[in-house]
């Protein structure tokens, strides 16, 4: 169960789905770490919030490499017993595919795949030693359903539900849970490397509305609660019936 003090380290939570994130599990009473490759602002503004729930949080800015993720663990270990990943950290490049160069493709492949498996591989220790966890990874829609002008997203996304399946099974029985989220359209602060926003899709003759980041936040943090202790190595949809499996 969750231990007194208990920590939840989040990748690309300055803004939107991660920052919605981040205050469900403060709610929750989980002290917060929080990462984010470069907005300080939004960072800062996000650390200030969750301080007033009444939990720590402590902000950490730089690209999502073994030092970070180090810094990160250092930083969490100081407040308390890691039991909560959440892998959110993503790029959504948009690039056609004969344009493409193999380091456009490594750098969305470092941040969609790589440092899901670096952060998992550095903090399930902790998870393992408290007895209880939790590690949710953020997937993505167009690794379901295809996309135009990102092979490199869609390839890197599709890794996600074959990671956490693979440790769902490696660790089943240790008390330590790993799922994957899948948000559907979603309304969001857009960045510069976002791409293009991707239009409503159609079902039914009828456009499935964008949702708002806390609609995935309450599902991850349900993820995160004593009542998914049964719930491991799963893919799960939040998109309003845009995608249905």
């Known amino acids: 169960m969750q231990l007194p003090n208990a920590v939840a380290i989040l990748t690309g939570a300055a803004r939107n789905i991660g920052r919605a994130t981040a205050i469900q599990l403060g709610k929750m009473g989980f002290h917060i770490v929080l990462h984010t490759r470069s907005d300080a602002v939004k960072l800062n503004e996000t650390v200030a919030y969750i301080k007033t729930l009444g939990v720590q949080c402590e902000g950490i800015i730089g690209p999502l490499d073994q ?7 250092h930083i969490a270990r100081q407040i308390g017993p890691c039991q909560i990943l959440v892998n959110n950290a993503s790029v959504r490049k948009t690039v056609d595919f004969l344009d493409m160069t193999i380091e456009e493709w490594r750098d969305v492949f470092s941040i969609n795949c790589d ?12 998870l393992l030693k408290s007895g209880w966890g939790r590690v949710i990874c953020l997937g993505g829609l167009s690794a379901h359903t295809g996309a135009v002008s990102r092979a490199a997203v869609v390839s890197s996304k599709s890794a996600v539900p074959g990671l956490v399946r693979a440790l769902a099974v490696e660790f089943a ?15 969001v602060e857009r960045t510069a490397d976002a791409g293009a926003r991707l239009q409503h899709p159609n079902f039914d003759g009828k456009q499935v509305p964008y949702g708002q980041p806390a609609d995935v936040a309450r599902v991850i943090s349900m993820l995160c609660g004593p009542d998914s202790d049964f719930i491991t190595g799963q893919t799960i949809h939040v998109n309003g019936g845009a995608y249905l499996p």
């Open 67 to 73: 030092h970070t993720i180090q810094n990160m663990g």
């Open 173 to 187: 029985g240790r008390h330590v849970t790993f799922n994957c989220v899948v948000p559907g359209h979603i309304e």
């Open 115 to 126: 440092a899901q498996f670096m952060c998992t591989q550095h903090f399930l220790p902790d």
